[in-house]
């Protein structure tokens, strides 16, 4: 079955520096969304991503966010410079559709900002 | 979007049939209903998704009742390895902004 596959699994990172987390979507498919869990809390939608730019975005996905299709397959979500607060699971996800249609998911990514 | 309301656990035993309900009172016209299964540090796993009356793949069963305003996920003979939370979504038609609730945490004992 394919899968999104994200890297790193886990990244340590100091307060104040940049992270890039990394994630290569299902190969057909054409939206791309990013998602953090912070730990012990629900799945909060970050972003959502179509045609090489940002569809919707939530309150969270503030100025120190972005999120980039650098290449036909890689989707990138970096932070500015990280807080504590973003410590949290983040996970990539994909779906071919837009409209009710089934989205995959990753395994995430673990930050932790010390 | 609409709301969803789930409990927050239930426990059962391996072999039994687990039936888990969720209400989406505000539910509109073009949402669909969506079950995803979490396990710990893992992505939400997509299981069933469907709009109205039953469907079932090799995993679950979806009942969805005329009104729409509750939907009961339906897992036959539960196993260990179902112990996740499962979450419901009530989303537009766009998946967009999938939201997810608390969900429930299903706790199958030997």
């Known amino acids: 079955e394919p899968e999104v596959t994200q890297t790193p699994s886990h990244q340590v990172t100091q307060m104040g520096q940049e992270v890039i987390l990394r994630c290569v979507p299902i190969s057909n498919h054409l939206y791309f969304y990013w998602y953090r869990q912070i730990l012990g809390q629900k799945v909060e939608f970050l972003v959502s991503f179509y045609n090489n730019e940002i569809s919707e975005k939530s309150e969270i996905f503030d100025d120190q966010f972005s999120v980039e299709r650098p290449d036909g397959s890689n989707f990138t979500l970096k932070i500015r410079s990280t807080k504590l607060e973003d410590s949290a699971m983040y996970f990539c996800a994909s779906s071919y559709q837009d409209s009710g249609n089934t989205i995959y998911f990753g395994e995430g990514s673990w930050l932790t900002v010390v | 979007l609409a709301k969803t309301t789930q409990p927050i656990s239930m426990d059962s035993y391996e072999g039994q049939e687990v039936n888990i309900t969720c209400s989406h009172n505000?539910?509109?016209?073009?949402?669909?209903i969506t079950w995803y299964q979490q396990f710990p540090s893992q992505g939400p796993r997509f299981i069933i998704q469907?709009?109205?009356t039953k469907v079932t793949n090799e995993v679950a069963s979806l009942f969805i009742p005329a009104d729409r305003k509750s939907s009961t996920l339906s897992l036959p003979r539960v196993s260990l390895s179902d112990t996740a939370v499962y979450y419901c979504s009530a989303s537009s038609g766009s998946a967009r902004q999938l939201t997810f609730g608390s969900g429930t945490q299903l706790t199958v004992l030997p």
């Open positions: 469907g709009y109205k």
């Open positions: 505000n539910i509109a016209t073009n949402d669909y």
